[in-house]
């Protein structure tokens, strides 16, 4: 089984794929990471972020893998090395959205995603899942939320337990919100694999929902499909 959860920045969809996926007893697929992981390399390396040639044959000779993790955010190593920290990073978050748009590291990464399921019931979860790496997907969901409390929601993940005093944090998810509005712009106008909910996919809005309660939506979602098989 295949459940495609797609969506927008800081909608959830990490979070909801990994609770979704232990709930389920299947496997979490996190397909922003493997782009974010492709980003990070390419800062690393120095590369030019429009040579798309440079990006496409670094997207293609990178091994991507997703270690066990017992917590909602995924592990992912690149080869060999965990950078599931670094990738969460702000320099990452500002050359995402570029290196995704590139044909030649999507069609890298795609080529892995679809590997990967190949053996695995999984929770795929990204911003093309439903649309162009699984078209055919058993469930699709597209999840969003206002950008405000998804840029809310994206730092107070990104610094955990330590959270800066009031006034930088206010400062810092005032300046992620428009990061993620200019990124929504970017990702749903781009010409490869647009930002875009599949026709049959079910939206959700996790804006004022807790998660158990958008997890218990795409439950129902999932045993409908099963009690049908």
Known sequence: MIVA???????????????AAKRFGMRKLDTGA???SVALCALDEGIDLDDTDALAELAHRMEIAFPPSDGENVRITVNGKDVSNEIRTPRVDAAV????????????MVAQQ??????????????????????????????????AER?????????GDHLPDAK????????????IEARDA??????????????DA?????????????????AALVQSVQKDA
């Open 34 to 36: 493997m782009y974010r």
């Open 202 to 218: 079910h939206l959700i809005d996790s804006s004022s929902q807790t998660i158990d309660e958008v997890l218990d939506a795409i």
């Open 151 to 159: 840029a809310r929601r994206r730092v107070l993940q990104r610094h």
């Open 168 to 179: 930088a944090l206010e400062a810092e998810i005032a300046e992620t919100k428009a990061q």
């Open 186 to 199: 970017y990702d749903s106008n781009r010409a490869e694999a647009p930002l875009k909910a599949a026709e």
């Open 114 to 147: 679809r590997r990967f399921a190949e053996n695995h019931d999984v929770v795929a979860e990204g911003r093309d899942i439903g649309t162009v790496v699984f078209p055919h997907a058993d469930v699709k969901v597209f999840l969003t939320a206002d950008p």
């Open 5 to 19: 959860i797609d969506g927008p920045a800081g909608s959830g969809k990490s979070t909801i794929a990994a609770l």
């Open 97 to 108: 959205s570029r290196v995704a748009a590139v044909p030649g590291v999507r069609s890298g």
